[in-house]
């Protein structure tokens, strides 16, 4: 059965191409989108980010294709590797990173162009097909889910290349979990609390570290914050004032921040943020159009780690970045398992989005919202995590294993 799944989606992949590539509506990203990039902003501060306007070679359709012969990859939870798996893991960490920062300016795959395409991505510098004046925005809207995994996808087959290994996985940083918890006999998975920034990327002789991060991070034991109150969050203020939570207090809140924004508050527009299409404005304030998991906890963690952190125009220069953001569209695939008829969007505006990304080779790819939304088509998993410890947070005596 598996081995027909393959070909077919990609006959679906390439179908999906030849008869969408027409319609006008759903934000469409161009060699002409790049020629008319122009500075943009943030918070109505100046952001100057634009990547050479001339793309060079062909721009080549992506399509995902899945070997149903080979297992998956897994994302493991960063809390639970130790031993030589967690040395080997480091080390592979510390080599990619610093093979990444080596890369000249000229070459797209280097730390400093990934940032600058995320922040061309993120401060409206980018023009909507066909417009004069509306700009493009991948956060407060339905794109920041799936650009977000796109992004962290193509960084993650640079890191391979970079190491010469196609098993390569970017492990994640399961900041949501604050309870560890005994797994039952027999069940496999990650079941510590994850919350703490993970050591690799707090260790001062690594590649994977960086000293721009608030001084809260760098607290041995000290859970994060995904609790803050979000109207604190404007970079223009300074940083946010952070309250002295006790562990348990914190950690109490985190639990219930990640119920409300993956349950309680969390339905199938609510989860993925405001429509965006063509002849849309960008929308600039976060309780405006952003989802519920980009609120909590991806803002207030972006705010809490600070530094580079806080603001789309640098974040992605911190390597923390991508363990945090490879979680964060590990819970968009929890939330569609939760049930509650929680499901993707099915508006054709939404799934035939196209964006550009350079991929390992440099190569430029025209990708599609459609192709990012089966893990398995894209050949990964995450490992399982102790979820139970926010999802059962109303009964919240039991926050133990499923
Ligand atoms: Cu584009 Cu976490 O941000």
């Avoid at 650009?147 to 290349?161: C, G, T």
């Avoid at 223009?236 to 990640?258: A, D, H, Y």
Wanted: aromatic share 12%; net charge neutral; hydrophobic share 40%.
């Amino acid at each position: 059965m598996a081995s027909i799944v393959a070909p077919v989606l990609f006959i679906q992949c390439l179908l999906s191409i030849l008869l969408t590539t027409t319609l006008a509506a759903p934000i469409n990203i161009t060699r002409e989108t790049f020629r008319t990039c122009r500075p943009g902003n943030w918070f109505g501060n100046p952001a100057d980010c634009c990547p050479p306007k001339v793309i060079k070679g062909p721009i080549v359709d992506f399509c995902p294709q899945y070997d149903a012969t080979k297992p998956l990859r897994v994302r493991k939870a960063l809390q639970c590797l130790s031993g030589h798996e967690l040395k080997t893991y480091t080390r592979k960490l510390e080599k990619g990173y610093a093979l990444m920062r080596a890369l000249p300016d000229s070459d797209p795959r280097s730390l400093k162009r990934q940032n600058e395409i995320h922040c061309a991505y993120g401060t409206g510098s980018f023009i909507q097909d066909g417009s004069t004046n509306l700009t493009i925005d991948v956060h407060i809207n339905w794109h920041f889910l799936p650009w977000h995994r796109m992004f962290v996808y193509f960084h993650e087959k640079i890191l391979q290349k970079l190491l010469g290994d196609p098993e390569f996985s970017l492990h994640f940083w399961n900041f949501d979990n604050s309870v560890t918890a005994t797994p039952r006999h027999g069940s496999r998975g990650c079941y510590k609390a994850g919350h703490f920034v993970p050591p690799m990327y707090n260790d001062p002789s690594k590649a994977t570290f960086e000293a721009n991060r608030s001084f809260m991070t760098f607290e041995p034991n000290r859970p994060v914050d995904i609790a803050l109150d979000l109207s604190q969050l404007n970079p223009l203020l300074g940083p946010p004032i952070f309250p002295n939570n006790t562990v348990e207090e914190q950690t109490r809140m985190n639990r219930e921040i990640m119920h409300r924004s993956m349950i309680t508050l969390a339905n199938t527009t609510s989860f993925f943020g405001k429509a965006y299409r063509v002849g849309d404005a960008r929308i600039l304030i976060p309780s405006a159009g952003s989802g519920t998991i980009e609120l909590w906890p991806h803002n207030t963690l972006h705010a809490y780690i600070g530094g580079w952190m806080m603001q789309p125009t640098t974040a992605p220069i911190d390597p923390l970045f991508y363990p945090f953001h490879a979680n964060m569209e590990r819970l968009w695939s929890v939330w569609r398992k939760l049930g509650y008829g929680n499901d993707d969007p099915t508006d054709p505006d939404w799934l035939d989005a196209t964006f550009l990304f350079w991929d390992e080779n440099a190569v430029m790819r025209r990708v599609k919202v459609r192709d990012f939304v089966d893990l398995n088509a894209l050949g990964y998993t995450f490992e399982e995590v102790n979820d139970a410890s926010w999802i059962f947070f109303d009964n919240s005596t039991s926050p133990g294993a499923p």
